[in-house]
Nanobody, 121 residues
């Protein structure tokens, strides 16, 4: 069971990035998958998650209206489109699943390796 995130980088405030997460080794389309992030010196926090059953989505308050999570079950991929990025979005972003139909929590069983997003002018 593996999640591999990519797409991070350095951008200026107001710009966009798209993160990708490739899943392998499990029945991807059955499970909810999400993104967490960890800013320097802070704890990991959930950003968004998407259901594998009906593609229902949940967003954290700081990213609502700016980020969009989506999935492509045929390709075993999850995406996080991040628009209008702010300095406070700077963090390592992780693709996560608990192999259930619920949004993953901090105790989730499967974590990708993380991809760095830096927003700075």
């Amino acid at each position: 069971v593996q999640l591999q995130a990519s797409g991070g980088g350095l951008v200026q405030p107001g710009e966009s990035l798209r993160l990708s997460c490739r899943a392998s080794g499990f029945g991807f389309n059955s499970y909810t998958v999400g993104w967490f992030r960890q800013a320097p010196g802070k704890e990991r926090k959930g950003v968004a998650c998407i259901s594998g059953v009906n593609e229902a989505v949940v967003y954290s308050e700081p990213v609502k209206g700016r980020f969009t999570i989506s999935r492509d079950d045929a390709e075993n991929m999850v995406y996080l489109q991040m628009n209008s990025l702010k300095d406070e979005d700077t963090a390592v972003y992780f693709c996560v699943t608990d192999l259930t139909r619920q949004c993953p929590t901090i105790t989730a069983r499967v974590w990708g390796q993380g991809t760095q997003v830096t927003v700075s002018s």
